[in-house]
């Protein structure tokens, strides 16, 4: 599966994006699917991940209700709507697919095996 994101951009803190992450090939509606972003200097971090029937999902602790990952497998697409934003969250976000057939998503970015590009999304204080 390929995978795109986009819908990074410039916002000032408080301020809302919504990323989107389109998938190539009919396998990923069997998919869990996360979202992971590194800032400069730092490690890849998790961000949210959502299984592949779209009824679980997990979170960040310091991004839990003001992030919400959501996925459409009619469109092959997943989001990751943010709200107040933070600079903290300024970072190259990444969408990531997970093809083991596991219960349930994991935190690690080892578990997923493949990964789009990235966005930039810089929040201006």
């Known amino acids: 599966v390929q995978l795109q994101a986009s819908g990074g951009g410039l916002v000032q803190a408080g301020g809302s994006l919504r990323l989107s992450c389109a998938a190539s090939g009919r396998t990923f509606r069997r998919y869990h699917m996360g979202w992971f972003r590194q800032a400069p200097g730092r490690e890849r971090e998790f961000v949210a991940a959502?299984?592949?029937?779209?009824?679980?999902?997990y979170y960040l602790d310091s991004v839990k209700g003001r992030f919400t990952i959501s996925r459409d497998n009619a469109k092959n697409t997943m989001y990751l709507q943010m709200n107040s934003l933070k600079p903290e969250d300024t970072a190259v976000y990444y969408c990531?697919?997970?093809?083991?057939?596991?219960?349930?998503?994991?935190?690690?970015?080892?578990?997923?095996?493949?990964w789009g590009q990235g966005t930039l999304v810089t929040v201006s204080s």
């Open positions: 990531a697919a997970d093809s083991y057939p596991r219960a349930l998503p994991g935190r690690s970015r080892t578990l997923y095996d493949y």
């Open positions: 959502i299984n592949w029937s779209d009824d679980n999902t």
